[in-house]
């Protein structure tokens, strides 16, 4: 169906335009008219600009969020890992009926605050006790059914799951998330591929960690990847635990590994890598590769602060990730890459981009949530040009008078989470 | 007016207690009854907990939110001194009608948020190169009208503003500020509090800071406010260059010197006390004064983490506030001292009080929005128990089934941000 949307302002490639209207079609981007004039039959809106994807979603911690916020008090020291002893609980208690209806939820405040996809990174494969489930990959049947009903693309990353971590074993909790083989781990994720893959849904694929998975399955998991052209996510370099565990194992740290290992590339996700290490940014420019920032929930569990200026220095990418889902606002998401960093450095306004001649973090923001969320969401999304899809948000906004006032305004949404909510417009 | 507000849970100074029915009359609270029968003709709430005081609020402010997020390519590094060079040119701009409209914008937010009170830390006392208004008290009276139409309590903390810095004039902007003579200044806030004072309008009395102030003024404002029994209200430590100018000054850094100058007390507001340097953590304690933190002000202006675990430890009560509303929403700061602990220190949970038995940080930072914030502010309010003023938060909530349902939902509603919006009841 044929749809023609005027917007006073677009975000475009080239930067902030006035009067453009961009004819849609089937989901995609026909054209992008300048300098156009508004018809009565055409869809109007103040703002439009490309769409967030969220590159990293744990669907099934929404029911856990904000019930992490006790401690023990005879056993007062409380992390992450004391965390993820409650996260497993919830894992425990995952079921696809249940877990459908979670995703619903999940999916819809997503959704309405901007993003146009989300990626879930899979884990929760088996029933209790690793019994695989009937089909194997029902779990993964019920977050897509939630995803078409909210109207989400969603990009299933079933990830690989092997053991406790160097010489240790799974832990009951953990029977859900493991396969014993890889060549069986890769074909059941080609099976929901099958079975799953259509419009609305693509399926990719991962590795949970370095920790989780040892080094001969992340060979074949990367490999299976640049054969199918999709999506490779992993976590990596979120705790300094993880980093000590590696180097003890691997005598590298984690994303040296994954660079040894041929596990960077342009189509690969690293989840966190608050932790790099000294040449890590580097190999992380050179390879492509997109980090995904999960701010709310890496200032929740206490991972530290990402050193996003010094990634967009060296030219990395770097999307953003609801994760635990303790938030579920893209804008908060964005902006704390930004403020965090002014946090915890004492200078402020540190994610310009003299290279692209940006002086607002405001610009890097915005680009980063949708250019690169789109890449890590495997889509070809992200920006308002012709041929890609139709995953835009619009926005209601007074008459702003010249372009001046349009940046200001635009900052005051993005940094102060001022009315109007998102209109978000998915694609595909 | 009397009233009966029966509430299924309230949060009374001895802790969470079910079917609770309080006696309100004339904004007071009469009677707190326990193992209440609801009846028909009660007002009736989910739960109803005290109601939060905004401690810190530029309101002029307001207007500038959001629009200092960007550089100059040319000169990139930005900070808290850049930021000040913007925010002078919006002081600059202010005028009594604007500011009134101004005030009614910002102070509505600020109340459907959870705040029952404001106190607005107030400098900007004459028209443009430092001319008297007629009123002296012209801009205070402009704020005083828009709290009225409102409907939340406003405390005028009248500043003293002398000088650029040890050694350094004042700047043009800088003349609306201040008075050349403390007597001049004192008898200004004695008239501003006869002209304004009365319900709904408490007048106290402050310093800008040690940078600002001379130490024979911060004497004499200390004593002032010692003999009218009101709030005392100063900025301290809240950037390392300020730190820096008191020790070349004084020999001592900001809080050591109000020690020393007998600005300590337990009616003193510190606001920030962000770098607190030795033992002053300690001197705070012994006074009794409040910290008045203003994280997302903070974190916006690259100040730092207040180390708010510490000053719990130590017994030093910590209040909110809004300060240059980039935030205007009372959980988002409160969440923020207990998360940006997370976000620099690795530990979750920090803000649990094993003295008070407390394992939930929510208790401490419910108890600090509200206790803390109604001695920041000078209201007998922050509690509920009978003769205290009915400053509350009423929640719509469901029915909650037993105690640990209640906390884990009061946890998500604080920590996540939840619907539903505080209803905000303004005693006195």
Chains 1, 2 share one sequence.
Do not use: K
């Not at 001969?216 to 299976?224: D, F, G, Q, S, T």
């Not at 590339?265 to 492509?288: I, K, M, N, Q, R």
């Not at 915890?344 to 310009?352: A, D, H, K, T």
């Amino acid at each position: 169906m044929s749809q023609r949307l005027f917007a006073r302002w677009a975000l475009l490639p080239t930067g902030w335009t006035a009067d453009v209207a961009l004819s849609l079609d089937a989901g995609r981007i026909d054209r992008v008219e300048l300098d156009a004039t508004p018809r009565d039959t055409d869809t109007h809106a103040g703002i439009v600009i490309p769409a967030f994807h969220d590159g990293h979603s744990h669907v099934f911690q929404w029911e856990l969020r904000g019930h992490t916020n006790f401690a023990n008090l005879d056993r007062p020291a409380d992390d992450f890992w004391s965390w993820r002893t409650q996260m497993y609980e919830a894992a425990d208690a995952v079921e696809p009926g249940r877990l459908r209806q979670t995703a619903r939820e999940c999916y819809a405040a997503l959704r309405a605050s901007g993003y146009a996809s989300v990626a879930e990174f899979h884990y929760l494969h088996h029933d209790v006790g690793g019994r695989p489930f009937d089909p194997p990959w029902a779990t993964a049947a019920a977050i897509a059914d939630a995803a078409r009903e909210v109207g989400i693309h969603l990009t299933l990353v079933p990830v690989a799951y092997v053991r406790g971590g160097h010489d240790r074993e799974l832990t009951p909790s953990q029977r859900r998330f493991a396969f014993d083989d890889v060549n069986a781990f890769v074909a059941y994720t080609r099976d929901m591929r099958d079975a799953l893959a259509g419009p609305g849904v693509s399926v990719a694929i991962g590795a949970h960690s370095v920790r989780a998975v040892p080094a001969p399955w992340l060979r074949a998991i990367a490999a299976e990847a640049r054969a199918r052209r999709c999506p490779l996510h992993i976590h990596a370099s979120e705790q300094p635990r993880e980093l000590e565990e590696c180097v003890a194992e691997h005598g590298r740290t984690p994303i040296r590994l994954l660079h040894d290992l041929g596990f960077l590339g342009p189509t690969t996700v690293v989840v966190h890598a608050t932790h790099p290490v000294d040449d890590e940014v580097e190999l992380l420019a050179e390879s492509g590769a997109i980090v995904c920032a999960c701010p709310t929930t890496e200032r929740d569990l206490g991972d530290g602060t990402l050193d996003a200026p010094r990634l967009l220095r060296a030219g990395v990418d770097v999307c953003i990730g609801s994760d635990s889902q303790v938030g579920v606002d893209a804008r908060d998401e964005l902006r704390l890459l930004e403020l965090n960093c002014r946090l915890v450095s004492g200078r402020r306004n540190v994610l310009i981009d003299p290279a692209r001649g940006l002086a607002r973090p405001s610009a890097t923001l915005l680009r980063w949530g949708a250019e690169a969320g789109a890449r890590a969401v495997g889509l070809d999304s992200g920006r308002i040009e012709a041929g890609r899809r139709a995953d835009l948000i619009e926005l209601d906004a007074p008459e702003l008078v010249d372009h001046e006032a349009l940046l200001r305004w635009v900052d005051r949404w993005l940094f102060c989470g001022e009315a109007p909510a998102p209109r978000v417009r998915v694609g595909g």
